[in-house]
Nanobody
Framework: QVRPVESGGGLVQPGGSLRLSCVAS????????MKWYRQAPGKERELVGT????????MFATSVRGRFTSSRDNAKNTVYLQMSSLKVEDTGMYYC???????WGPGTQVTVSS
C-alpha cells in the first residue's frame, strides 16, 4: 500500500519542541518534493512547508517561519518537520504528502497547551 505514515506528535507546553517524522511506504521519496500540512480544529488545511529532493526546506506558513524547518533522510525514506518555540496556535493534525498530493497519511496530532 502506498501511503506516508506520520509520527512524533504529542502534547507539549508552549515554548517546547517536537520533531515529526513521515515514513513514505510504497514509494521512494528520493525524487519527490514532500509537503507538510496541518489542520487546526474548525479551520481549513494549511500548507506548512515543503522539502525538496535536495533537502531544501521552505516554510510557507508565515506564522512558523523561523521556528519550523523540514529535512529528510533519503536512505530512510523519511522526511521530518522540526518544530520549536511551539505556540498554542500550532495545535492541530499534521500531515505529510507527496508533491502531487496524491498520497496522504493518517496524520499525527500536535497539542500545545500549558
Amino acid at each position: 500500500q502506498v501511503r506516508p505514515v506520520e509520527s512524533g506528535g504529542g502534547l507539549v507546553q508552549p515554548g517546547g519542541s517536537l520533531r515529526l517524522s513521515c515514513v513514505a511506504s510504497g514509494f521512494n521519496i528520493t525524487r519527490y518534493l514532500m509537503k507538510w500540512y496541518r489542520q487546526a480544529p474548525g479551520k481549513e488545511r494549511e500548507l506548512v512547508g515543503t522539502n525538496t529532493p535536495g533537502d531544501i526546506s521552505t516554510m510557507f506558513a508565515t506564522s512558523v517561519r523561523g521556528r519550523f524547518t523540514s529535512s529528510r533522510d533519503n536512505a530512510k525514506n523519511t522526511v521530518y518537520l522540526q518544530m520549536s518555540s511551539l505556540k498554542v496556535e500550532d495545535t492541530g493534525m499534521y500531515y505529510c504528502t507527496d508533491v502531487n498530493e496524491q498520497y496522504w497519511g493518517p496524520g499525527t496530532q500536535v497539542t500545545v497547551s500549558s
